[in-house]
């Protein structure tokens, strides 16, 4: 802060400074008062007087200091579940009263001391490439399987520069299968009634090793499967007793940082759920939804609605739905509606039809 006498101001003149009334700064022979560094305690409203001799000058109005906490950006992912050739965008949003920030962007690999790292040493930070950017967003053009992960963004400003805290991190999904794991459920759908059981398994494929089940919910940080799941193994969870807080996104998370196709699982605790696929259906593959009630009983088949993103689509059917040759045209949320009830909604991702190529070498191979 500086302090300027108006019409008087030389090299004569000593000044005083005020916090909240009290002095903090009896005499000082330079007009300016630095705090460095800055905490909390140090707000409040400052004014400023000019000595030479015993002549003073007319004390200042007021500034007002306020500091507050090191602010923490909010990253988000555009868009969240990918698809082939899709571009991605993460985009970091620090406090909008402040100028100037430079944007600084990461990927998730596991711990690694040594490594910029989370708090909670839950994930260490791997610079992006060119991740020092003016700009408040970052595209992967194209992204790819090999995008998919955690990522963490940060901003600085000033010299030298004042930082951010990191960002929480927000996650890239895909719900494609890898070629290394693949994570499968058991029931195969990704609704359930509360109380049900449920296991989630990482089937490892080749020598990969090390995975992990981890999940994530719009309340809670990426966690790792808990003791009272009854965890068989690492890479296997078994949930004995479903309850609604167990939704979210499930996936497989090797040593090396590697992740499997992501599963969103929803935990209804109504009396009706649609039962849809876990993974991407194929164009041209038969896709059936049935709708399934929690005290359905062996003969009993309530009339049921399907609606496809909030439109009916099909009436009256006796529980099932069949596409039998779907298209992309079919991707969307479904719903089943009886007066029984109404189930949540759960998206159908399809991707495009299988290719085959014919290899040129001798004999010929057929590869799909």
């Known amino acids: ?23 903090v700064i009896p005499f000082n022979i330079k007009p300016e008062y630095r705090i460095s560094p800055v905490y909390m305690s140090n707000s409040g409203s400052y004014t400023c007087e000019g000595v030479k001799g015993n002549k003073f000058c007319k004390t200042s109005e007021a500034v007002k ?8 950006p909010v990253l988000r992912i555009s868009p969240q579940w990918l698809n082939p050739g899709d571009s991605v965008t993460l985009s970091c949003e620090v406090d909008k ?11 998730t690999v596991p711990y690694r001391a040594g490594l910029p790292s989370l708090s909670d040493k839950s994930y260490s930070l791997q610079p992006l490439s060119g991740n020092v950017t003016t700009e408040d967003s970052y595209t992967l053009i194209p992204a790819g399987p090999t995008h998919t992960g955690g990522y963490v963004c940060r ?18 999904w895909s719900g494609d299968l890898q070629p290394s794991v693949s994570l499968t459920v058991n029931p195969n759908t990704t609704q359930h009634f509360t109380s049900k059981s449920l296991s989630l398994i990482c089937e490892l494929k080749g020598n990969s090793t090390g995975w ?3 999940r994530h ?3 809670a940080w990426p966690s790792e499967c808990p003791s009272t799941w009854r965890s068989i193994t690492e890479s296997t969870c078994t949930i004995t007793s479903l309850d609604t807080w167990y939704s979210g996104v499930f996936w497989c998370e090797s040593g090396s940082g590697e992740y499997s196709n ?13 039962e849809s696929p876990v993974h991407p259906v194929t164009e041209g593959d038969s896709v059936t939804l049935t709708c399934t009630f929690r005290h359905q009983g062996t003969n009993s088949k309530p009339k049921t609605d399907f609606y496809k993103d909030g439109t009916l689509i099909k009436n009256e059917t006796t529980g099932e739905m069949t596409i039998p040759a779907v298209s992309k ?5 479904y719903k089943c509606k009886s007066d029984e009830g109404e189930s949540p909604e759960s998206w159908v991702t399809v991707r495009g039809e299988k290719m085959c190529m014919i290899t040129t070498k001798l004999p010929f191979n057929y590869l799909c």
């Open 97 to 107: 009263t402040s100028t100037d920030w430079s944007f600084s962007w990461y990927r």
């Open 329 to 333: 045209s079919d991707e969307g949320f």
């Open 212 to 214: 992990r089940l981890k």
């Open 155 to 172: 901003a600085g400003r000033g010299d030298p520069v004042y930082d951010t805290l990191y960002s929480e991190p927000q996650f890239l």
């Open 65 to 72: 200091l306020t500091v507050s906490d090191q602010p923490q």
């Open 217 to 219: 919910t719009e309340t």
């Open 1 to 23: 802060m500086r302090c300027d006498i108006q019409g008087g101001g030389d090299s004569d003149w000593n000044y005083r400074w005020y916090k909240n009334s009290p002095v």
């Open 262 to 274: 992501a599963v969103n699982i929803t935990v209804n605790g109504g009396v009706v759920i649609l």
